[in-house]
């Protein structure tokens, strides 16, 4: 072995601790962006092939009251509907044993387990759901203990049945992670007898919705999504969209793009500008040990010039000893960050219930990473190589004798009287090399704004989802009702049950609101859904971004969502005209509110 | 005491020489010429700053040291010695003056080109030995012939072998410089210095961090060198070395106060 890598070697291994220091600095900065991108790829692929496979619709809408199969089947003959397939679910009750407390659950069926046409439901074990037997969605399964062959009691409409569960599926969009009450699936025929509605209440339908360049067209969805609504109407059917759309729900979406995308776009935003953020902090650590590294050996330098190493030489010596910092880091960082990436997409995928869970490896966030080690290696290197290299004998061998000024700081140090040396030592010290200091101050300083900045968006966060969301949602429990109920009948029926505290009825209807100075309805007119809700209501409290709430004595007056006052063009003070099922109506626009559901 | 020489080239090297520059009184060319000096130092002047002002150090040294000469510089402290020292090995540039070694003007080359000309021409003792830590004796001796690109791989070898024979230390060769004592480490120094067979050796103290036995031992080694055809110039303090030594340059408060050669005895 030549000797210029004998002394490699020694260095590296002499040097164990600064090895690790500086491997590890590397390879942590590196890890940031590798795990930011990796993550983001493996998971955004894996979400992606699982949600195109699974042949989403663009349109899902409720019913109300559910179509029948001829209604649906009608629905194709509107311009831009290509596919429509009825689902229906309901709410039911069940328990693993006779005496135990009954919970909630959703119950689930489709026309037709053999003839999906869309949004695929997938067996998972076991057998399709048939005759009394149900099936269960993926997760809960796991959760509750109701693996295949396990037998359980159902309670629908005060009626108690024995049921086995035969079957796991994955639906693709039902979850645990949004969902805590478990879903479970029976076929069509079965639904209706225990249920005694053979109607659909779940209207699903593929779209044309995309150009002829293949994009999807989002006014193309629009255009035929109101003709799909006013068909509804028509018939007398409220419709209110069902397409997941964190945080809210819409009625047609884009079916190429799983509803999780935004927001794991932000996630991974965020991910990644931590990661960049780590990596500059890391860089500058990184030169910080370099230069410690060349200091501690310029005597070496100064000897190996004093035999004769060309200046080249000794900038290939010290290349060879970033290229082995950066090749450790490459091993220590790459399996890392393989690993925390998988780790994370595992988190999402089990979160969205989708497939694809198996180990990847992402090679453009390793050629990132590769790229991010040895870049970040050389230009952190460049400046101490470069002087090192630079340094002549004397500078690198003179220990004693006359060689050169003092520096500035020194000098004035120096000057200082009835200070302690100590005292003196120290500040000398902290302060004589002034790129060193101010370095170390960034890299304190950085890290410290970025744990601030990751415990501020963490607490931000909770404060939104959880006081803030709270406050204007104040209610545990939504009842949806099918039928048009007498308001008081349900508050009694409700307010009698155990533990129910308050209730409040609302009413809500879909439409389209336009300005009040466009005179005439036009197709793409803003869909609006319409609340009615008691004006001293307790379990609704937005917001308020401009104007008031409503007040008694308010007569034709409505408060919109800024978002939708922003979409029309109003604001406080102007009228809208409202498009209802019941016909139109003015009404002048006292508030605009903050939503986030 | 040592008896392997057959590593060191015995051949005098003023072949090697490029013409001088015609000052000091020194012929330029021609057959009938004197042996042209290894080392010509004109009119020196070396200052350095200190405190906002220029200290020098040198004021105006001119001398010539020859083919084979044995020199011994010394002085008081502070008086620049290590100075001239530093001059004639590329380490120092002067102020003002010229420095020619085998013929190059060092003051005017660049850093680059000094390093590689030290590897070809000097072989540098240092006081304090300057061995590498982490490489062993052998691989501190087989450095310089790599950065010289000198001699194949197995040959770097055995020569590293044949010098650490020459200083006594060739059952210490795998050993690291921090396993030996300073005697040895210094005289592995000089198997260094001698690794590209230079034709000229310097010494700054090479023997001040030595008991009087070791030092004896190492000057010893020095003195079979030069009996070899080797230029050595050395900085001691130590006056009766430096007694022992053919020619004797006295350096006080930065001029030569007295150079045995110049009929100012030893």
Redesign the interface.
């Known amino acids: 072995m ?3 890598y ?2 490699l070697w ?2 590296l291994w ?1 040097n164990k601790m600064r090895t690790l220091q500086i491997v590890l600095i590397v390879a942590l900065g590196a890890l940031g962006s590798g795990l930011a991108l990796g993550a983001r790829n493996l998971t955004a692929a894996a979400i992606s092939a699982d949600w195109v496979a699974s042949a989403p619709p663009a349109m899902k809408i409720s019913a109300a009251p559910p179509l029948s199969e001829d209604e649906l089947l009608a629905l194709k003959s509107i311009d831009g509907v290509v596919a429509v397939e009825g689902f229906a679910e309901r709410k039911i009750e069940w328990r693993h044993h006779p005496g135990d407390p009954w919970q909630a659950a959703t119950l689930s069926t489709r026309v037709d387990y053999a003839e999906q046409t869309m949004s695929y439901w997938e067996l998972v074990a076991g057998v399709w759901p048939h005759g009394n037997d149900f099936a269960i969605e993926r997760g809960y399964d796991q959760t509750f203990a109701l693996a295949p062959g396990t037998q359980i009691e159902t309670r629908i409409d005060e009626r108690v049945r024995p049921v086995t569960i035969t079957g796991v599926l994955n639906s693709h969009e039902v979850t645990q992670g949004f969902m805590a009450d478990p879903t479970f699936y029976v076929d069509h025929r079965r639904f209706a007898e225990i249920t005694g509605d053979d109607r659909f209440g779940i209207v699903a339908a593929q779209l044309a919705v995309h150009d002829a360049a293949g994009r999807y067209d989002p006014a193309q969805a629009a255009a035929i999504d109101g003709a799909v609504q006013d068909r509804l109407e028509k018939l007398g059917v409220d419709s209110q969209g069902l397409k997941p759309a964190p945080p809210k729900t819409v009625r047609v979406d884009n079916p190429d793009v799983h509803f999780s995308n935004s927001v794991l776009k932000s996630v991974f935003l965020i991910l990644g500008v931590i990661g960049f953020v780590i990596m500059a902090l890391g860089m500058l650590l990184v030169y910080t040990n370099v230069s410690a590294l060349i200091t501690q050996q310029v ?2 330098i ?12 000794i900038v290939q010596i010290y290349l060879m000893l970033i290229f082995v910092y950066g090749v450790l880091a490459v091993m220590v960082s790459v399996p890392l960050s393989m690993w925390a990436a998988n780790g994370i997409k595992l988190i999402f995928l089990t979160l969205l219930d989708a497939n694809g869970r198996g180990f990847a490896v992402d090679w453009r966030a390793v050629g990132l990473q590769v790229v991010v080690i040895f870049l970040s290696l050389l230009l952190a290197s460049l400046i101490p190589l470069a002087k090192g290299a ?1 340094m ?3 500078e690198a ?1 003179s ?1 004693y ?6 520096g500035v700081f020194d ?1 004035l140090i120096a000057k200082l009287r009835r200070v302690s040396y100590t005292v003196l030592l120290v500040i000398g010290n902290t302060f004589r090399n002034i790129s060193r200091l101010t370095l170390t101050q960034v890299v304190l300083v950085g890290s410290g704004i970025l744990f601030i900045a990751v415990m501020g968006v963490r607490d931000a966060v909770n404060y939104t989802f959880g006081p803030v969301l709270t406050g204007i949602h104040d209610y545990d429990i939504t009842l949806t009702l099918q039928h048009d109920v007498r308001s008081a009948r349900v508050a009694q029926l409700v307010a009698g049950r155990p533990n129910v505290a308050a209730v409040e009825t609302w009413n809500s209807s879909n439409g389209s609101a336009r300005p009040r100075s466009q005179r005439d309805h036009e197709p793409d007119d803003q869909r609006v859904t319409v609340f009615g809700m008691p004006l001293d209501t307790t379990m609704f409290a937005p917001t308020i971004r401009a104007g008031r709430w409503l007040q008694p004595g308010d007569d034709q007056a409505v408060t919109l969502h800024d978002e939708l006052a922003q979409k029309i063009g109003v604001g406080v003070g102007d009228w809208i005209t409202l498009r209802l099922e019941g016909g139109r109506s003015r009404s002048g626009v006292v508030g605009t509110f903050f939503d986030p559901a | 005491m040592f008896n392997l020489f057959s590593a060191l080239r015995t051949e005098p090297v003023v072949t090697t020489l490029t013409p001088l520059p015609g000052t000091n009184g020194l012929p330029t060319q021609g057959p009938a010429a004197a042996p042209k000096p290894v080392v010509a130092i004109n009119d020196v002047v070396k200052s ?5 002002q220029d ?1 020098t ?1 040198l004021k105006g040294v001119s001398l010539d040291i020859h083919n084979g000469e044995f020199v011994a510089i010394v002085g008081p402290s ?1 008086n620049g010695k ?2 001239l020292l ?1 001059m004639m ?4 540039r002067p102020s003002s003056g010229e420095v020619y070694v085998t013929g190059q003007p060092l003051h005017a080359m660049s ?2 080109d ?3 000309w ?3 021409n000097l072989g ?1 003792i ?1 006081q ?1 030995f ?3 830590p ?2 062993s004796l052998a ?1 501190n001796i ?3 012939m ?3 690109g000198k001699y194949s ?1 197995t040959e770097r070898r055995e020569r590293a072998m044949d010098l650490l024979e020459l200083v006594g230390l060739a059952d210490q060769a795998d050993k690291l410089p921090g396993m030996v004592s300073g005697g040895q480490q210094q005289r592995a120094a000089i198997a ?2 001698l ?2 067979d230079p034709p000229m050796l310097v010494g700054d103290e090479p023997t001040g961090n030595l008991d009087a036995k070791t030092a004896n031992e190492v000057f010893d080694i020095f003195y079979r060198l030069v009996e070899r055809g080797k230029t050595m110039v050395m900085v001691t303090h130590d006056r009766e070395l430096a007694g022992r030594m053919p020619r004797v340059i006295e350096i006080v408060n930065g001029r030569i106060d007295r150079d045995s050669a110049q009929g100012g005895g030893a």
Do not use: C, H, W, Y
């Open positions: 030549s000797v210029i004998a002394k020694a260095d002499g005597g070496q100064g000897v190996m010039k004093a035999i004769g190493a060309r200046t080249r030489q630079r002549t004998v004397r061998v220990t004798g006359l060689g050169g000024a003092a000098t | 350095f700053p200190v405190g906002g200290v150090i502070g290590s100075t530093n090995t590329g380490i120092d850093e680059n000094l390093a590689v030290r590897g070809e540098i240092f304090f300057q061995m590498l982490s490489l691989q087989i450095l310089p790599e950065f010289a791989r260094r210095a690794a590209n």
